[in-house]
């Protein structure tokens, strides 16, 4: 899962320096990145770029568990997104109350909600000077996507 990670970043990091990606151009990295902490869980996920329409909304993926099961949804915001305003606007709060396993992010930073509730808050990269602090993210991050396997 490191290289997963690091690969992650560097297409994210790629993406944003060139400063013309919209929002959508980010989707096929954490597709990837997704399905690789699946792999790398033991487990087989499916990922759905842009599902249709759900009763709540159009979230941006739709997570499967390998057959039939919906085991959550991701929104995605733009690099930069001030996730704490997301959180509280309406199309949040509509997802938070129908779907009980989402994910929002702006690609650096990952809140997993369950119930409505925020269980847990990744952040995959900042300026860190202290390695201390890069390893306690990493390993943040591989709880948080063991959580969101795990259901």
Same mark, same amino acid.
Not at 19 to 32: F, H, N
Not at 98 to 103: D, V
């Given at each position: 899962?490191?290289? $997963?990670l =690091? ?9 944003t ?7 959508? $151009? ?5 597709? =990837? ?20 329409? =759900? ?11 390998? $057959? ?6 991701i929104?995605?915001?733009a ?15 509509? &997802?938070?109350? =129908? ?8 690609? &650096? ?11 847990? $808050? ?30």
């Amino acid at each position: 899962m490191p290289n $997963s990670l =690091t690969s992650y970043l560097q297409q994210i990091t790629a993406l944003t320096q060139r400063g013309d990606a919209r929002e959508e $151009s980010y989707y096929p990295a954490l597709k =990837t990145l997704l399905e690789e902490i699946g792999t790398a869980q033991g487990r087989t996920i499916q990922v759905t770029v842009l599902p249709k329409p =759900t009763e709540a909304g159009n979230p941006d993926f739709r997570v499967w568990d390998g $057959s039939y099961q919906v085991i959550g949804y991701i929104e995605a915001k733009a690099p930069g997104a001030k996730l704490d305003q997301v959180e509280t606007s309406e199309q949040l709060q509509r &997802y938070l109350h =129908t779907f009980p396993n989402l994910i929002l992010t702006d690609f &650096y930073e990952f809140r997993l909600y369950r119930h409505g509730e925020l269980l847990e $808050s990744a952040l995959l990269a900042c300026d860190l000077d202290d390695a201390r602090l890069g390893r306690a993210i990493r390993d943040r991050l591989r709880r948080a996507a063991a959580r969101v396997v795990e259901v």
